[in-house]
């Protein structure tokens, strides 16, 4: 697994770091990197915060083994957890930690999970249809495509991958499963192809996109976690303490629009003339907006076009 120490820079890697530089000053500041991956945006804090000490979550054991190598002489500042980032409550109580200065989820898939043909998650080549993040737990992207009805998998397809022919493929699967279970992706992007129209096939990028996305989070929960881990994370925050978020489609950051929107609005009823301390906002938003990655990087790395940072600070105590 050595060969992934020189992977490309992690997403908006720098403006992380200056956004959340701030609040990991002090002695025994606590930075949560609630998805590991192959440590890249961890090592960057720890080595811009010296006082910080990391807690990594990761549902992937593989990612704990590569995020250790590359974290090297910084790896005594770092306790690694095997969890799913929504269990981050369990977590900090399990390591005695009350509150943190900083965390940070990056939801998309890491390099390891990307490059590692094995993992069934890449469309562009034939391997097994797992997509599992955590391999010792949980359905495959296989046990759910050959027993899940056309219309569980044409909902999946439709919602997480906003997919506008996910009927056609559903029926067209339930069709092929018949002749034999699916087992690897190949097979699948065959089908795909041939239930898409033909003038469709060819704008949107690869036809594939949208259902091997729909399947990774039905597989994975996605959704369901990230819905579990923003007010988790947002409870966890000290008195100014940051919370950064990079998602990579709409309906992820939708949620964490929602969610720092809430907290940074004040309780009240909008008539009152004077807000109650307990009722004004918890958070303060400190991007306008999602940001996006500048053109050199996303030229640079193709992988971070879709990217949407969005960062919020805690300003007060929850009432």
């Known amino acids: 697994m050595s060969g992934f120490a020189d992977v490309h820079d992690p ?14 000053q002090r002695p025994g500041s606590v930075y949560v990197d609630g998805t590991l991956g192959l440590a890249g945006h961890a090592r960057a804090i ?13 549902r992937d054991l593989d990612a704990h083994e590569v995020a250790r190598e590359r974290l090297g002489d910084l790896a005594d500042r770092a306790t690694l ?9 369990d977590v900090l109580a399990d ?5 943190v200065q900083a965390i940070l989820l990056d939801l998309g898939l ?12 890449a469309y562009r080549v034939d391997a097994p249809l797992d997509m599992r993040m955590n391999q010792s737990a949980g359905t495959t992207a296989a046990d759910f495509l050959n027993s899940a009805s056309a219309k569980e998998i044409s909902q999946v397809l439709s919602w997480y991958g906003e997919e506008r022919f996910s009927d056609r493929i559903a029926r067209a699967v339930v069709a092929e499963r018949e002749r034999a279970p699916f087992t690897t992706s190949a097979r699948l992007v065959d089908v795909i192809s ?10 949107g990028g690869h036809p594939a996109k949208r259902t091997f996305q729909a399947l990774r989070i039905e597989v994975n929960r996605e959704l369901a976690a990230l819905e579990g881990v923003l007010p988790a994370g947002v409870a966890a925050l000290a008195v100014g303490g940051r919370m950064a978020v990079l998602s990579y489609h709409s309906l992820e950051d939708r949620l964490v629009k929602r969610t720092f929107a809430a ?4 309780r009240a009823p909008r008539n009152l003339p004077v807000v109650p301390e307990n009722l004004k906002a918890e958070l303060r938003l400190l991007t306008r907006g999602a940001e996006r990655p500048t053109e050199e990087e996303t030229a640079a790395n193709p992988r971070a076009a879709s990217a949407r940072l969005r960062v919020a600070e805690r300003v007060r105590e929850a009432a």
């Open 11 to 24: 997403v908006m890697r720098d403006r992380i770091v200056d956004l959340l530089r701030p609040a990991l």
């Open 46 to 58: 720890l080595e811009a915060c010296p006082e910080a000490r990391l807690v990594g979550i990761d």
């Open 81 to 89: 957890v095997h969890a799913v980032y929504d269990e981050l409550a």
């Open 95 to 99: 390591l005695g930690i009350g509150s």
């Open 110 to 121: 890491s390099s390891l999970q990307i490059d590692r043909a094995e993992r069934g998650f």
């Open 194 to 203: 041939g239930a898409i129209p033909a003038a469709a096939r060819h704008t």
């Open 263 to 266: 907290g940074a609005s004040d």
